[in-house]
Every structure is written in C-alpha cells, then in structure tokens.
C-alpha cells in the first residue's frame, strides 16, 4: 500500500515562514501528482501547490510568490516552504498524492491534515 507522513504546521505570526513535507512511502512504482491542498472553516478544500509528473509545480494565485513547492524524488517527498504567512493562509493543509503502484494501480491518496495557523 501507499502511506503519507506529513510535518510541519504549527502556529506562526503573519509574516512569519513555515515549511511543510509529506513523505510518501510503500509500494510505489512512480508518482504522478504530488501536492497540498488546504481547507480553512467552512470553505471547501482547495489546491495550493502541487507536481504533476515532471513539469514544474502549480500555484494557487493567492500564494504565488510566497510560497515554494519543491520534491526529493529520491526520498519520494514533496515540501512547502511558505513565507511571509497572513492570516488567511490559516488551514488544515492535506498533502495529496497519486501514484502507480508496483502492482498497476492507479492509486490517490490523501494525507491526514496539518494545522497551520497563523495569528498575532
């Protein structure tokens, strides 16, 4: 199977950096999608970065150039490094992968969330 460690939330003061990773384990031929998304209270989840096989990462328009999507394809993890935080960022962040497993599934799979908050 495929499994999902996530780290790194925690409370910061608006304008302040957090980095996120999520490293993806188990029988794992290729990854095709690897990213985070983000709900905050009572909105819908939504996409902040993500991978997909390749090409160079995707942003939301609310963090572009704020926040940096980058992946260690040898340790099959993908990290968030987000700068100058405002309050608005404050979510739970899901990191979201979808893999080819070694037995030819096509599998999605979903992180169990890191709470980011970010307040004075």
């Known amino acids: 199977q495929v499994q999902l460690v996530e780290s790194g939330g925690g409370l910061v003061q608006p304008g302040g950096s957090l980095r996120l990773s999520c490293a993806t384990s188990?029988?794992?031929?290729?990854?095709?999608?690897m990213g985070w998304y983000r709900q905050a209270p009572g909105k819908e989840r939504e996409l902040v970065a993500s991978f997909i096989s390749r090409d160079s990462p995707n942003y939301a328009d609310s963090v572009k150039g704020r926040f940096t999507l980058s992946r260690d394809n040898a340790k099959n993890t993908v990290y968030l490094q987000m700068n100058s935080l405002k309050p608005e960022d404050t979510a739970v962040y899901y990191c979201n992968v979808i893999v080819w497993t070694t037995d030819f599934r096509y599998l999605e799979r979903w992180g169990q969330g890191t709470l980011v908050t970010v307040s004075s």
């Open positions: 188990g029988s794992i031929h290729s990854i095709n999608v």
